[in-house]
């Protein structure tokens, strides 16, 4: 059974840092890429960063100058660092996985199996 756990979420002033983690369990050999999506009140979810089993990353690009995503899996955990956060950046942020197939957008969520529950980000001006 696929599990994923973010935490990290909290409210910062315009300008902050923060990182959200995405602890994961039960990923097997069929997921190959793994991507955080955020959801503002009253807007679509978005893919915002994504990374592959290769290593690979994308970024939106609104965003794609102040966020960083990476992997640690001997600590089967993905992480977002987020830096000069801006109040457009407020959302809940959600962690997923899944097998993306060739030819789809890793930011895209056609392909995702598994979601988190997600984490709030709010930052302030």
């Known amino acids: 059974q696929v599990q994923l756990v973010e935490s990290g979420g909290g409210s910062v002033q315009a300008g902050g840092s923060l990182r959200l983690s995405c602890a994961y369990s039960?990923?097997?050999?069929?997921?190959?890429?793994m991507t955080w999506f955020r959801q503002a009140p009253g807007k679509e979810r978005e893919g915002v960063a994504a990374?592959?089993?290769?290593?690979?990353?994308w970024y939106a690009d609104p965003v794609k100058d102040r966020l960083t995503i990476s992997v640690d899996n001997a600590k089967n955990t993905l992480y977002l660092q987020m830096h000069s956060l801006k109040p457009e950046d407020t959302a809940m942020y959600y962690c997923?996985?899944?097998?993306?197939?060739?030819?789809?957008?890793?930011?895209?969520?056609?392909?995702?199996?598994?979601w988190g529950q997600g984490t709030q980000v709010t930052v302030s001006s």
């Open positions: 997923a996985a899944g097998h993306k197939s060739l030819g789809l957008s890793p930011l895209g969520s056609w392909w995702v199996t598994y």
């Open positions: 039960g990923i097997t050999y069929r997921t190959n890429c």
């Open positions: 990374i592959d089993s290769e290593g690979t990353a």
